[in-house]
């Protein structure tokens, strides 16, 4: 059996326990485990090789430096929730929120090896096509790509992805030993000289499906 074809046979979700832990250690275990869409009652899913962290209010990164607000509120909420918001009037991003219930943190999912429905991923909904006829290496490789590929936005923000009725959640995947991984400054993050150049970029080493 293929690689792909033992990690999709385990299908075990994440319970909160996973995410109600330190943010850095949840975004390193992220590597590796898999995302998940039921979409019209058909699986899409893919298997993480890139995140990125952002850890509480003093992290100048992050959408909680100011405080609470209205769109980053679910931040604030309990764990192995959703937060997704909108950029650029035009993209979606999916962050997966950790540590205990009143403290804003969150890992942004950047890129997915697509496993399965990838057909599904490339298709057209109505008028609106979500990543078209590209090929696989294109189609979940960056935070507003994967979202578009998996048809997930502001609906799903907040929402429990631990939920038994979950239409988004994560499962177990095949981990990802250190000697595979690696870690760097975030992209394209604004803030003091600790926000850019923090290492809270987690990768998996030489994939080609992490962004570029």
Sequence with gaps: ??????????????????????????????????????????????????????VGEEDQACHARCGRTERNAPMYGPPGHAYVYFIYGMHHCLNVVTEEEGYPAAVLIRALEPLEGIERMRSFRGMRTRR????????????????????????????????????????????????AAATGPRIGVRGDEVAVTVPWRFTVRDSRYVSR
């Design 132 to 179: 078209g006829a590209r090929p696989d290496v294109q189609l979940t490789s960056g935070p507003a790509r994967l979202c578009q590929a998996l048809d997930i936005d502001r609906r799903f923000d907040g929402a429990d992805l631990c939920a038994p009725d979950a239409r988004v959640f994560l499962e177990e995947g095949i981990p990802i030993p250190d000697d």
């Design 1 to 54: 059996m293929s690689l792909k074809g033992c990690e999709l046979a385990t299908m075990t979700r994440l319970h909160r326990d996973f995410f109600a832990r330190d943010t850095l250690a949840v975004a390193r275990d992220l590597l590796g485990q898999r995302l998940v869409r039921v979409l019209d009652g058909a699986r899409l899913s893919g298997r993480i090789v890139e995140v990125e962290a952002y």
